[in-house]
């Protein structure tokens, strides 16, 4: 075990603690491997031999500052004495506001010693102040003293002596994760610098069309901005559309809802992928039900199938109306919201009641678009 932070306390004022301590560092995801002689020695045969080989090894060595463990003839002075030998970072922990450092690591010119962590209030907090201070970063700072004290020498020098190699291999594995990090974060603010540069470009095509002439990012097939009002319906019931449309015109005008319909589809283009690209856009579909709509094979093939899925991803509101007696309730367009009552379908109606019929689903639409409830 040698990626491990070596626990020192005394067990007169201090088992618990130290307990509570192990624990906390390696309860959690980002997980710190530690040696407590509470959990690590199962023999006391040879007790004194592992806690040499313990702190030997360490990274590091947790001083716990306790009346009993800075106690002249405690066992934790002799631990704080093999840590200096091998040249150990030694992190203090306040857990008695009565105590000091003891001499023996007041100076610091052999062994690193860190600044000291009070755990005398908040536990949580304290603990949080000492994950932080054993994060990598500080790791590196702790390699990077142990080449310092060599007195300059070279790192090839360096390599004859293992701690050396093993601290130089250690400091460039830590070297290589912060990298590696670096190089994620770059990456995923190039994507998202990316998807941000195509959405604004999408947007743009669609909302100032024929002014915006410049060719589109190849990412906008993949990140559409979903910000039209899409009618399906069958061209036998283009009046019923003609009035829809006649009544949305003010909020068309106003530029409070942006409205597709084929007829934006100029000669020469190819209409079927136009009204693709129109159903990728739409944030609400409205579907003028009807029995011409139901049996139409470009409907229930082409249209319905993109605006079902998208309702079903939650990217897409869906509202229709019944325009005349039909067998919907046969088709998934039963479980969807009708705009106006299905046992009155408008074609039923005459006069003013159609037209509040009619104003009714047109303001159901507007707030639909503007993703109020409805």
């Known amino acids: ?55 030997k090894t360490c990274k590091g060595l947790i001083f716990v500052m306790t009346e009993g463990s800075v106690a002249r003839g405690s066992s934790c002075i002799y631990d704080l004495e093999i840590a200096q030998k091998y040249h150990k970072p030694i992190i203090p922990i306040l857990a008695d506001k009565n105590v000091e450092l003891p001499f023996a690591i007041e100076y610091k010119r052999n062994t690193p010693v860190g600044e000291i962590i009070d755990f005398t209030g908040s536990f949580d907090a304290a603990l949080f102040r000492l994950r932080k201070y054993l994060s990598p970063e500080q790791r590196i700072r702790e390699l990077k003293w142990q080449f310092r004290r060599m007195g300059g020498k070279d790192v090839t020098d360096m390599t004859e002596n293992e701690e050396m190699t093993n601290g130089l291999a250690e400091l460039w594995k830590l070297v290589l994760q912060e990298q590696a990090l670096i190089e994620d974060a770059m990456r ?8 941000i540069d195509s959405r604004i470009a999408s947007f743009l095509k669609h909302s100032r069309g024929d002014i915006y002439q410049e060719k589109p990012f190849e990412d906008d097939k993949h990140f559409p901005i979903r910000n ?70 470009f409907i229930s093939k082409h249209e319905l199938p993109k605006l079902l899925d998208a309702s079903n991803q939650g990217e897409l509101f869906i509202l229709w109306i019944a325009v005349r007696d039909s067998l919907y309730k046969e088709t998934e367009i039963e479980q969807y919201q009708a705009a106006n009552d299905p046992q009155r379908p408008l074609a039923s109606l005459s006069g003013p009641a159609r037209d509040r019929a009619i104003l009714k689903i047109c303001e159901r639409i507007k707030e639909a678009a503007s993703g109020t409830p409805v």
């Open 1 to 55: 075990m040698t990626n491990h932070y070596f626990i020192s306390y005394s067990s007169v004022d201090n088992k618990d603690f130290s307990l509570k301590l192990a624990d906390g560092l390696s309860a959690e995801a980002s997980a710190f491997s530690v040696w407590l002689d509470k959990q690590n020695l199962r023999n006391d045969r040879y007790g004194y031999d592992l806690v040499y080989e313990a702190i």
């Open 188 to 195: 995923r603010k190039e994507n998202l610098q990316g998807k």
């Open 228 to 297: 039209q009002v899409f009618i399906s319906y069958s061209h036998k019931d283009k009046r019923w559309f003609d009035s829809i449309q006649t009544m949305l015109q003010p909020l068309i005008r106003e530029q409070k809802i942006s409205f597709w319909n084929d007829k934006q589809i100029k000669a020469g283009q190819n209409w079927k992928e136009e009204i693709s690209s129109a159903l990728s856009l739409a944030k609400v579909a409205v579907l003028l039900v009807s029995p011409e709509f139901l049996a139409s094979d």
